[in-house]
DNA sequence: AACCAGTTTAAAATCTTTCTAAACTGTGAC
DNA sequence: GTCACAGTTTAGAAAGATTTTAAACTGGTT
């Protein structure tokens, strides 16, 4: 068996919080964060679990931190903002505003468009295919293009 | 001569106000407020000359309550705000988000699409026809769409 | 085992926006 | 003109999301 020692020491404790956050192997997220030069801390392992390992979705940093509490994992709002905007930096998280005061952050960071509906407050993404830009404008001067955002906003009809 | 009774009644204050926003016929903004359906507050007239007598532009809240103020006009924040609500609500102002925390709102309520610029945080308008969208996907069931908004980010070239 | 840069945290602070309750003002009736 | 009243405005409080602060903690090394 494993050590006998004093309970929760922090090895033990992410074992736990991966349980908790519905895992898939160790390896996954781990090897994510080394990748990207970030830290494996267990807040950023678990809150990684939450996000990526549970396919394709949206999500604000209050949702994210009420997941991370009802899986039982313990982390202050101010890291889950912390780790959203470190993960968006590194580019395994893309920040998506469509709604005045409030950011959604979405687990697919390749190209791809959102549906908005305005009524629910509620993100679905569009494949990239499923959109044809066939002309855009040339940037302005000295400018370049980062992102090209297509944002249907829709509502329940009539 | 006009009245010599007591200065500063509303009428006078109003005629202030236009010329302080560097206004154009008085007529303009008390025609469209009457339009809209909207009581010409003095307010409402001021507000509405430093929004459209200006060409399409983009500003925030805080933005024009400190126009109005430089412009000699007496106006809350809170009416500022009301305002630009019910303004878009009847269709004559747009509201645009693109940055987390902060709305801007369009005077240009024909279809178009916008540049945004990251580094500075700055909107440009992009006419309609520079930008081709040549398919679309269906909106999902029982909505429809209310808008497209197609929103290319850029930022100084490196 | 000690060290330290990187992390986490609770709490305070900030920022934008909305709400509240009271005072004010267009507008139509007389 | 003057009244009355619904619609407006306002200062200040409140709300909501996010960021900052300063101190405690911890992963990775030495």
Do not use: C, W
């Not at 020491?9 to 160790?26: C, I, K, L, N, Y």
């Amino acid at each position: 068996m494993k050590r006998l020692t004093g309970r929760n020491d922090s090895t033990d404790q992410a074992a736990d919080d991966e349980r908790r956050a519905g895992a898939r192997p160790f390896a996954d997220s781990l090897a994510r964060l080394k990748e990207v030069g970030l830290r494996p801390t267990r807040q950023r392992l678990a809150l990684a679990k939450l996000l990526f390992d549970a396919g394709d979705h949206h999500i604000t940093a209050e949702q994210l931190h009420a997941a991370a509490r009802s899986a039982g994992v313990k982390v202050s709002l101010a890291t889950v903002y912390n780790t959203l905007h470190q993960f968006k930096d590194v580019g395994i998280l893309r920040e998506v505003v469509v709604e005045p005061g409030r950011s959604y952050f979405d687990t697919n960071v390749r190209p791809h468009h959102h549906f908005f509906h305005e009524g629910r407050g509620h993100l679905t993404d569009i494949p990239d295919e499923a959109v044809a830009l066939t002309r855009l404008p040339d940037p302005p001067e000295g400018a370049e293009i980062s992102r090209v955002d297509v944002i249907i906003r829709v509502n329940d009809r009539a």
